[in-house]
């Protein structure tokens, strides 16, 4: 494929690194010169210095022949003008990134045919959404939903006092709900797919996976932490405001905490329901007076990393029961966490695993990126010619790296019924037209693409 990157910023640069690594022809535009020359030094990359937005510098990029082209520079417009401009020159696909409201519908994370661009994504829309989630849950730190709703996948962490630390992961399934499974254990930064031997251990961060009525009662064996009822949320920015929405949607109490008068008024005449009030997320006797002890949750979504990370320790220093933080540089979030933030989330690496959805060509279609490319999770459709369709899973045996974690049983009867979902064992078969939960690390996706390949076409 030809690929087209315009921006230089975190999240241009993550893609590219990704891109590269599956052995595409990209070029990259960017106005900053000294940034273009890095890229250049750290990558095999066609290479232009110059605006996104330009004609001339789109035709020099190649857009008449890009399989895709994505706009990810820090100004909605420059991305706006640039994907729609290079669809017009003839690229087969564009994808561009913005950040304000202004461009997306306040609750939807993600559009399509907007300007004539095919995939419009606003990460601070699908973060909010995310966050949501994780606040109904009873004490993730991460929860993606999967199958259409019906199957999900949950990270939780290992705290020293939980009984479960030291279990072998065989011990640990006779404890487990029914139709649930640990998918994939993260030490030390680093994930891994357990076997029934592997011992998990205080300070593991573990993904749980399962059919979505019995996650709440899986979680409850690792964590001790009731659904939120009580939101606070420091920060009157964009993620923030979609964050109080996505709430209220679902009947939380909310505040939110504001810098300045102008947005709290803003704020208060847009958000119905929500307790708006002007003052400093950073101060520790205002966070007293406001009562933050009181609250389940409390979100610092500054625009600033820094502000997050003092927000989110002074809150938990008031009394909030647990925190969460932006952070826009995703390589600090483990550090977030050791100083004792309870949920980080970040933007940017929303944005790329969101973008990285709409670029594949493959047949595997990534839902979700785990630990900066560590592993990925796939919906797949089975097709009835496949190698993995037709034989139990026990005798498939999946290769090293590789979690089937559920089956999503294909509709035969031609009227639309909801679809069966199966927790799979190893008796278990997947047939033609299922769609499949698969987790696979980085090095088992060759594989798992074999293991699906359509061996009729």
Known sequence: MHIVVIGLGEVGRHLIGTLESEGHDIAVVDQNPAAVQACEEQHDVMVLVGYGASQQVLDNAGVKRADLVVAVTDQDEVNLVAAATAKALGAKKTVARVQSADWTSRDVGVEYGFLGIDVLVNPHVLLAQELALIARSHGAIDVLELAEHQVELVQVELKDSNRLAGRTLSKLRQSLPSETLVAAVVRRGELFVPGGGDVLMAGDRVYLMGRTGQMEQVQDLFTR?????????AG?????????????????ETMMIVPTTARAEALAATLDKVTVVMGDGKNLEFLGEEQIGKYDLFAAMYADDQDNLLAGLLARKAGARRTAALVHRPKYADIYRQLGIDIVLSPRQICSESILRHCRTTSLDAVRVLEEGQAEVFEIVAPARARAVGIPLGRLKPPRGVLIGAILRADRSGVGREREVVVPGGEDVIQGGDTVIVLATREARPQVARLFQDRGA
């Open 236 to 252: 009157g920015t964009v993620v923030g405001e979609a964050f109080a929405r996505a709430l209220v949607r679902v009947g939380i």
């Open 225 to 233: 932490v009731r659904e939120a009822r009580a939101v606070c949320i």
